[in-house]
């Protein structure tokens, strides 16, 4: 079968930095997205990647290892309004999304 | 504003009853899409089309059904519903390439008693 693994929920302080990691085993593989869901609202689109290596997006930074089946997402100096749900979907070889359940994001003070 | 519109934004529902989650873009996107979310899962796929006058079946399609007859509206109706169907609602489309990301509604609320 296709899944798509993370973490459940995660807890970081005000201005540190948070690593929010993926894995992925799909039937093929054309690029993997990851969204930011705040509470009661619609996801938000932040990253795409297809290739190796990382890409970097102001605070936002995302990351691949095709040969792993492995990405994170990494947010740095975070503040408070970056507590939310993190989503990270896969685009198969059928180029169907393959969502992951999400990573629920809290920030303390 | 360029984007999705839904709705409504949320509805109480008698079971059994039938009802139409009503989707309008205006960014002429071909690919339009019906997804529900439940706590502890991921999005699932309900049903897709992937230009007007076409649709397709998804991850969860039993109970639901669309239509597409132009570019912009692709209303989901429940023909009896029934308390399992209890979710929050999202509508997307696409553009064109792999690398074009899904703008999603900002969802309807549906609760079946």
């Known amino acids: ?104 994001l809290i920030i303390k003070p | 504003i360029a984007g999705i519109t839904q709705a409504p934004t949320s509805q109480i529902l008698a079971a059994g009853r039938r009802m139409t989650l009503r989707c309008t873009q205006d960014m002429r996107h071909n690919a339009m899409y019906w997804y529900r979310q439940d706590l502890g899962l991921g999005l699932r796929l309900i049903h897709y089309s992937n230009t007007a006058g076409t649709t397709g079946k998804g991850e969860v399609p039993d109970g639901y059904s669309v239509s597409r007859a132009n570019t912009d509206d692709f209303p989901l109706t429940l023909a009896s519903a029934v308390p399992s169907q209890t979710s929050v609602y999202f509508c997307a489309s696409k553009g064109t390439g792999d690398n074009s990301p899904l703008h999603f509604g900002n969802g309807t609320r549906l609760t079946v008693t």
Not at chain 1, 34 to 46: I, R, V
Not at chain 1, 96 to 101: E, S, V, Y
């Open chain 1, 1 to 104: 079968g296709q899944n798509i693994d993370q973490p459940t929920e995660m807890t970081a302080t005000e201005g540190a930095i948070v690593q929010i990691n993926c894995t992925y085993q799909t039937s093929g593989f054309n690029g993997l997205f990851w969204y930011q869901q705040h509470a009661g609202e619609a996801p938000t689109f932040l990253s795409y990647n297809v290739l190796d290596g990382l890409e970097e997006k102001g605070r936002f930074s995302s990351f691949l290892s095709l040969s792993k089946g492995y990405s994170y997402l990494l947010l740095k100096e975070l503040q408070m309004k970056d507590s939310a749900s993190y989503l990270c979907a896969v685009l198969n070889s059928n180029y169907q999304l393959i969502w992951g359940a999400g990573t629920k």
